[in-house]
């Protein structure tokens, strides 16, 4: 066992990651990794560091700017798998618009766009559980009686429209497939915080279940909304949708104080709050196959601090 793994043993890490296609994505206190699999059967790596900021660190203000820079950081890095899976041969037609914005502002240009893209996926990941359960919880309000309990009946619409989306996009093959290298992403890591070297053979036998994964969290701030929405008390449908807007960066980050504390701390309480989100990895994650698994090493093990105690969560 080599010694980075050997200080790591029976530690909660901050290190954690991403399945993307034909590949994984790991991200460790100073560095993040992707690694994919290309068509000839070799792994791809690349390695580039992490702009870290003060307000990061800072309770209930980092986890929203965290969740942004994840999602900007998780759309560029698949769009990377994309093309690297795909590899060199691959018909990808360029768009007019494309040519124009490589040709204008070059490499920023196509971050921005990118950026763009991600904050687009996540309005309509907005839209869709937020705004459409409310607005269908106010359609039921015209015809039933909802009362007290119409926060409760948007948050089992929320429930509802989470769960069946997942269970319906794991349907198709290729994300079936990154919900297989989702399973050893989560393996990987179990493993690393178990303290055993990371081989194939050491990876196989964790669990694909991790407390801290964003499917848990989705999870956690749909039960935080429903507490924050039982605090609205207007019944206007278009009103409420807002209200909510303007709750969000508190449900989230809130949401994701939780999710840190499910992460660092293993005792009875935090195990009834994880819960459900560990239920619902048995939907985003599979089981792996040992090629997955080697691609998940090969993410992790550059992004691994010299000092484990460094990447403590």
């Known amino acids: 066992m080599n010694n980075k793994n050997e200080k790591a043993c029976c530690f909660k890490t901050s290190v954690g990651g991403q399945a993307l296609m034909e590949g994984v994505m790991m991200r460790g206190p100073q560095k993040m990794c992707v690694a994919v699999r290309q068509p000839d059967g070799e792994i791809f790596t690349e390695v580039s560091p992490i702009r870290t900021h003060p307000w990061q660190k800072w309770p209930f203000v980092r986890g929203i700017f965290n969740f942004i820079d994840s999602l900007v950081s998780g759309y560029k890095c698949l769009m ?34 990118m950026a763009v893209a991600a904050v687009l996926g996540g309005v309509l990941a907005l839209v869709l559980f937020m705004v459409v359960p409310t607005a269908l919880a106010g359609l039921l309000a015209r015809f039933v009686l909802l009362g007290g309990w119409r926060a409760l009946i948007e ?16 349907r198709m093959k290729e994300i079936a497939r990154m919900f297989r290298y989702h399973g050893a992403e989560h393996k990987t890591i179990a493993c690393y915080e178990s303290g055993r070297e990371l081989t194939v053979e ?70 009834a709050v994880s819960a459900p989100g560990l239920w619902l990895q048995r939907i985003t994650t599979s089981e792996p196959d040992d090629s997955m698994i080697e691609c998940a090493i090969a993410a992790v093990l550059p992004v691994l601090p010299e000092n484990p105690e460094d990447g403590k969560w």
């Open 80 to 113: 990377k798998s994309a093309e690297v899976s795909m590899g060199e041969d691959a018909d990808l037609e360029e768009t007019k618009f494309d040519k124009w914005v490589a040709e204008k502002f070059g490499d920023k240009g196509t971050n921005f766009i």
């Open 155 to 170: 948050g089992v619409f929320k429930l509802v429209m989470l769960v069946g989306y997942m269970a319906l996009v794991s």
């Open 202 to 271: 050491n990876v196989r036998p964790c669990t694909r279940f991790h407390p801290r994964c964003g499917t848990s969290f989705l999870l956690i701030v749909i039960l935080i909304s429903i507490l924050a929405g039982a605090l609205i008390t207007t019944e206007n449908t278009l009103l409420r949708i807002a209200l909510k807007l303007l709750l969000l960066p508190v449900v989230m980050s809130v949401s994701y104080e939780i999710i840190k504390l499910c992460g660092r701390y293993d005792n009875p309480l935090t195990r």
